[in-house]
């Protein structure tokens, strides 16, 4: 466990001037870990409510050491955005866990995307099939609040030891939360740079 | 010490194609951390042999929790950019530590400069300033080869003492590793989303 290479994705933040302008973009992040210990780092831009953000965090891999084990800290980034688990999980390999704060509320999903994506039904596959064949497990950890996995290629048991495995400050694995920092930090300091507000 | 805040500032890799071209960009990552917990991040673009680092160094802090300490892991970026210690602690009002692998060589720094350079007085003086200020200390350190340490606002012995508090993983203290491979990361994203190679 201590030596398991985890590639944690995570997308940054949405610009506040852009938020019904489609095409604007901000960052997708990939940092690789050995538990603790940063690793290596890659990152693309991704469309804000695209449908790009499986085939950049495809190439962020690309761009890496080969992970044991992918974490992602939700399916959606970027808006409606969709990280798919199981493209992810079939094009590299490995074993792949979303860990949320919030418990999964599809019904929320399925309204915003019927209301606002013509192509919601490409959207929609990827939360049903994660219903299907991914069940939610409710994991308690120390600090106060759960968090809820879905497992892909690796046992719901074996999950949850992974993901206690690399907690360390907070009720994220280390990766998740490192990942999430530079994300936000990453995409805030893209909106300075392009005169936007993050 | 556990619960120092450390901004550790960075540059990325340069441009393989851009090599003479003066104008080219990189990243100047700056990360914050309390000891081996990663806090936050900032970035700006910088300008290859330009002489932006250190205002952009102070913009990055801007953006961040204020440090107890910046740590820099060389007065150079970008080429020859100049990241100026003592403009970062008359700035920021917070001691410098500048941390390196290769001991300082002077006479190598300062050829390259009047061979290179219209303006290499203004970088020289940097140099100058800092050998006449805060002398190389060698650090041994657990790993192998020494590290060589130059301190500014803070004493040889404490500087000494807080940056092997830092030592995690390898020689570097760990805010100035993680920092180095976000930026060498960062830099090689950027390079492939402009089409050049890093």
């Known amino acids: ?62 761009d890496l050491p080969s992970p044991d084990l992918i974490m992602l800290g939700s399916v959606t980034c970027a808006g409606f955005n969709i990280l798919n688990p199981f493209k992810l999980n079939e094009k590299l390999g490995v074993p792949v866990i979303v860990v949320v704060k919030e418990k999964p509320n599809n019904e929320a999903v399925y309204s915003a995307l019927i ?11 990827v939360f049903e099939e994660l219903a299907e064949k991914a069940p939610i497990r409710h994991v308690k950890v120390e600090e106060g609040n759960p968090v809820y996995l879905e497992a892909i290629s690796i046992s719901g048991e074996e999950a949850e030891k992974t993901i206690k495995a690399f907690l360390k400050w907070g009720r994220l694995p280390e990766p998740l939360r490192v990942a999430e920092i530079i994300a936000k930090g990453a995409s805030r300091s893209l909106f300075k740079t392009l005169g936007l507000h993050g």
């Open 1 to 62: 466990m201590e030596e398991l290479k985890v590639l944690a994705v995570e997308g940054g933040r949405l610009p506040s001037v852009s938020f019904k302008a489609r095409g604007e973009k901000t960052v997708l992040v990939g940092v690789l870990m050995r538990r603790f210990r940063v690793v290596d780092l890659s990152w693309r831009l991704i469309e804000i409510d695209g449908l790009d953000a499986t085939e950049k965090a495809i190439e962020i891999a690309s």
């Open 115 to 125: 209301k606002h994506f013509p192509d919601w039904k490409e959207r929609w596959r």
